[in-house]
């Protein structure tokens, strides 16, 4: 019974080592991705100042987006 007993507290121990370096993933995951919605966020800001400063859509469809 003591094996038994000893077995789950180990596995126990283990997967609390588990859910700390899944949080701590978790935490840099939600760092990468708030960046990468910043980067996301300036490119539109200066997107819409070159297609202004152009005076359309650019070397693309009307439109689109895109800046020629």
Excluded at 13 to 19: A, G, L, V
Excluded at 43 to 58: E, F, I, M, Y
Aim: charged share 30%; no cysteine.
């Amino acid at each position: 019974m003591d094996n038994i007993v000893n077995e789950l507290r180990l596995a126990s121990e283990d997967n609390e080592r588990r859910i700390t370096s899944l949080e701590a993933e978790n935490e840099n995951l939600r760092g990468t991705l708030s960046a990468m919605i910043k980067d996301i966020e300036n490119l539109k800001a200066r997107q819409a100042v070159w297609v202004h400063l152009d005076g359309d859509a650019g070397a693309g469809e009307a439109g689109d987006g895109l800046v020629g």
